[in-house]
């Protein structure tokens, strides 16, 4: 059986994705599906750095704004709706893009990795939630970190949701979740795929970063946290405890300064850039590429547009 063609665009925050992206669409006749697990949100444009509708340039885009903040989002929901989206590009005649620096969640597509079949536990959960909520996020975090590292490092530590699930899971068939979802990614993908990753230097990364923050800042992050504040949203909803909110959320509830919130993103971004590249680095047939090795976006997108036509001499289901 033919497998269906999915280009993946992936690379650490600030790596330039959004704009080669927008280059590749248009050579290749792609539509791109995002696969950030923050811009699923409406009206958190600012601190996740959202594409704006002019700069898409005429690029249909997927899985932006479809959710209030208010809403959970998990990789379940986020497995289906990409499923769902990939269909219609492909009956909209389009090859599909999925652009993004959420490894967990591009791997999820790749491998079609089964969540629903793992096992739980009503009793079990129940009481990990009545420990979580009795001793707090900071103390389980560190049960996890002894259980299983691996989903401690791409867990956040206000996750309760993932955090009582990998636990649950080791409880209930004693094995680790991370080495189950290691299991699930060494499964023959259900696509025909080309995987780039965009890598630029880290001192290079580190600065766009720092820069980064400084515009959105700039850009009006503080009025856009403190307008979802006042609409009732907290750090107990999964939407604010992304990079950017959770730390103007700590200066608007006068925890700390404008400027240690500021230095607290900087730093943060920096964490989670550095998580990024590690979990892209245990990938296999990935393409890396240094944008900064390139004179411009259309030579990088040329780069590209070779190794998927070499690629296609291999396999030519990819036509």
């Known amino acids: 059986m033919t497998k269906d063609k999915l280009i993946i665009l992936a690379g650490p925050t600030a790596s330039g994705k959004t704009s080669v992206s927008i280059d590749l669409a248009k050579r290749i006749g792609g539509e791109i599906v995002s696969a950030d697990s ?5 009206g958190m444009d600012v601190g996740t750095a959202k594409i704006k509708a002019d700069e898409m340039q005429g690029v249909k885009h997927y899985l932006i704004n479809v959710l209030d903040p208010t809403e959970d989002f998990n990789i379940v929901k986020f ?5 769902y989206s990939i269909e219609e590009i492909k009956r909209n005649g389009h090859i599909p893009i999925l652009v993004g620096g959420t490894g967990f969640y591009i791997q999820s597509v790749i491998y079609d990795i089964d969540f629903d079949t793992q096992d739980d536990n009503g009793d079990i959960r129940k009481a990990l939630e009545e420990e979580y909520d009795k001793m707090g996020a900071d103390f ?14 791409n867990i956040h530590k206000n996750n309760k949701k993932r955090i009582i699930r990998a636990i649950e899971y080791f409880l209930i068939n004693n094995t680790l979740i991370s080495a189950h979802n290691e299991s699930q990614r060494k499964k023959d993908s259900p696509y025909d795929f080309r995987f780039f990753v965009l890598n ?3 001192d290079i990364l580190y600065d766009r970063i720092n820069q980064r923050v400084d515009k959105m800042v700039d850009e009006g992050l503080v009025e856009e946290v403190k307008s979802l504040k006042n609409a009732g949203l907290s750090s107990a909803n999964i939407s604010m405890q992304g990079i950017g909110y959770k730390e103007i959320l700590e200066y608007l509830d006068g925890e700390i300064t404008l400027d240690e919130a500021i230095d607290n993103i900087k730093q943060n971004t920096r964490h989670m850039a550095k998580r990024q590249v590690t979990w892209f680095k245990r990938e296999k047939d990935v393409i890396y590429i240094n944008p900064f090795e390139f004179e411009n976006n259309e030579k990088i997108v040329d780069y590209m547009v070779e190794k998927i036509d070499t690629e296609r001499k291999d396999n030519e289901q990819f036509e």
């Open 200 to 202: 630029p230097p880290r």
């Open 140 to 153: 389980m975090y560190e049960k996890l970190k002894k259980i299983d590292s691996v989903s401690a490092e």
């Open 79 to 83: 497995q289906n709706m990409v499923k």
């Open 38 to 42: 923050m811009q699923v949100y409406r």
